[in-house]
């Protein structure tokens, strides 16, 4: 693909402990990504997104890292890294590293140094700060439970730790701790990478150290040097390098901070993820709470990221789920019956792609992989669940409410197996599965989807090679319609005289396209043989006037 042509790419995000297994250990691991690249050359992806497989102790599955420059032994070797880097090269993929620099594993060499002593030389690459009396020095809360300052009874100092307490937030305001991780980093891009996704990237540079009113958000997101950080980053590492993918995480941000971090002349970052359309779930802005989606909310905040983003300049990265989402048929579509989650996976991937910005699969979305309604805390893996069980029961929610609500949100919905075919593990692993498979895998699986010309991953197959195809895709302008619609998502592009509307029906019933929108034209896609005013339940069609 040339150089100008990156933002035409369309992004695969694999999560290698689930994806495929080729040692029977029950974990995925490098060989199996290597085995699927076919399958993923023929769904026609560009790049492949891999969550973190360095050395780490996996107590958060790879994001607490404790050694940069070596492969995490469970997934393979460095050689079996390179194979897959020349193997996809070969086939024309392209391969984003996940890069962790907010924070690494208390297990990092740097940490078990920095925690010996207030006068270590590695001291100063973490936060220490004294508590007050007894109490942490500041009220702010993990994003996993708790209080986010660890004391260690080393030096009775605390360390902060904005996630788990096995990940230790790096300081860097430290100038020598800034040239390691770009050392770092230009290891990787020597080695062959071809872009980069940047764990939680918008919390590495802390402001004051003070009490909040909530849980201390304000003083490290988004903060103060944090564009003079990424500026410097680039310019040390990959910003010279042309065509080179970046994208940067940013948690609970603003669209003002998303221009600036992608604004080409600023040299920061080509593009990021945020997160505010997966909250519409969140009752008063609180995850582990039941409430039905919020539609409108959810086309208003996806347009005002639309508009706002280009008409600053930046670039966006347009995705309903990852790792740490629910699976998406399950959420905005309904996976009840088998025609339902098909109809509503392929309306959920046209209403998506047709958006500006790149867009990202997330592994199993292309055959329609569904939530797994565990029905027992045993199943759980993930120490964000394991954690907020825990909450839930001392803020008082019954056992079985508290399970209800993983059902819907716990981060394992999205991070069982890949369902590849209907023998036994669904073909992932032909040793016991380090989390369960879905029950669905007999009928919702890979080889099941290529053998069936109308399954969900045509659908996938199809929007790819469209916006390989149409410079609207990419570049049109958005123009959001029927905003305050409740069951219609739609919108247009335009392009010079070009002009490409999408309708999609997020409701199980008929609905009637509103007759000032004129829907005459050729059609691009429809989830269904044939379109009309009256819209199926979920059909979704997108027509060039
Ligand atoms: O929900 P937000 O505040 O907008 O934040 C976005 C996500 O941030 C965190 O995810 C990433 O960092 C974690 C620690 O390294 C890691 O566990 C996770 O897998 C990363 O993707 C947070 O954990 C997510 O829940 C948020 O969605």
Redesign the pocket.
């Known amino acids: 693909m040339a150089v100008s042509d990156w933002k035409k790419s369309v992004v695969y995000q694999i999560y290698p402990k689930s994806f495929n297994d080729t040692t029977g250990n029950g974990q995925g691991d490098i060989n199996g990504i290597i085995e699927k690249l076919d399958y993923l050359k023929t769904l026609g992806v560009d790049y492949l997104w891999l969550?973190p497989v360095y050395r780490s102790p996996m107590n958060?599955?790879g994001?607490?890292i404790s050694d940069y420059y070596e492969i995490n032994p469970d997934f393979g070797t460095k050689e079996d890294f390179k194979r897959l880097l020349d193997e996809a090269h070969a086939r024309g993929l392209k391969i984003m590293s996940d890069i962790?620099i907010?924070?690494t594993s208390t297990d990092h060499h740097w940490f078990v140094e920095s925690r010996q002593s207030k006068d270590n030389p590695y001291r100063d690459y973490y936060i220490w700060k004294d508590g007050i009396g007894d109490n942490p020095p500041t009220n702010w809360g993990s994003?996993?439970g708790g209080n986010a300052w660890q004391k260690d009874e080393v030096t009775g100092q605390y360390y902060l730790r904005l996630?788990?307490v096995t990940?230790a937030d790096l300081n860097w305001e430290n100038d020598k701790l800034r040239r390691e991780i770009y050392d770092m980093i230009n290891y990787w891009i020597d080695f062959g990478m071809d872009g980069f996704r940047f764990?939680?990237i918008n919390l590495i540079s802390k402001g004051e150290y003070k009490n909040s009113e909530a849980i201390g958000?304000e003083f490290y997101?988004d903060g103060p040097r944090v564009h003079d950080f990424l500026h410097e980053l680039n310019r040390n590492t990959f910003g010279d390098r042309d065509g080179f993918m970046t994208v940067g995480?940013?948690?609970?941000?603003t669209l003002e901070h998303c221009i600036a971090y992608t604004k080409p002349e600023r040299q920061e970052l080509s593009s990021v993820?945020?997160?505010?359309h997966?909250?519409v779930d969140y009752k008063d802005g609180e995850?582990w709470s039941e409430m039905p989606y919020d539609f409108i909310e959810l086309k208003n905040i996806f347009f005002k990221w639309q508009i706002g983003i280009q008409a600053g300049g930046g670039w966006n990265a347009i995705f309903w789920c990852?790792?740490?989402?629910p699976r998406v048929v399950s959420r905005f579509g309904n996976d009840a019956t088998e025609e339902n989650r098909v109809k509503s996976a392929k309306m959920l991937a046209i209403a998506l792609h047709f958006l500006q910005g790149t867009p990202y699969i997330y592994q199993g979305e292309e055959i329609g992989m569904t939530n797994l309604y565990f029905e027992d805390m045993k199943q759980y893996r993930d120490?964000?669940s394991l954690n907020a069980y825990q909450i839930m029961k001392e803020r008082g929610i019954s056992e079985e409410q508290a399970l209800r609500i993983l059902q819907h949100k716990s981060?394992d919905n999205s991070r069982s197996p890949v369902q590849w075919d209907d023998s036994e593990n669904a073909g992932f692993t032909t040793g016991t599965p380090w989390i369960e498979t879905a029950k669905n895998y007999q009928t919702v699986n890979v080889r099941q989807a290529l053998a069936d010309k109308n399954s969900i991953f045509y659908t996938y197959q199809r929007l790819i090679e469209l916006r390989h195809e149409l410079d609207i895709m990419t570049y049109g302008k958005v123009l959001p319609l029927l905003e305050k619609h409740p069951e219609l998502f739609a919108y247009e592009r335009q392009l010079d005289d070009q002009t490409v509307i999408v309708i999609a029906n997020f409701s199980d019933k008929v609905i009637y396209v509103p007759e000032d929108i004129a829907i005459d034209g050729d059609v691009l896609i429809n989830n269904y043989e044939t379109y009309n005013r009256a819209l199926q339940p979920y059909q979704a069609v997108a027509i060039r006037k």
């Open positions: 969550t958060d599955n994001y607490d962790v907010n924070h994003k996993f996630f788990d990940q764990d939680v958000k997101t995480e940013m948690s609970s941000t993820f945020n997160f505010h997966l909250k995850k990852n790792h740490d989402q120490i964000e981060r």
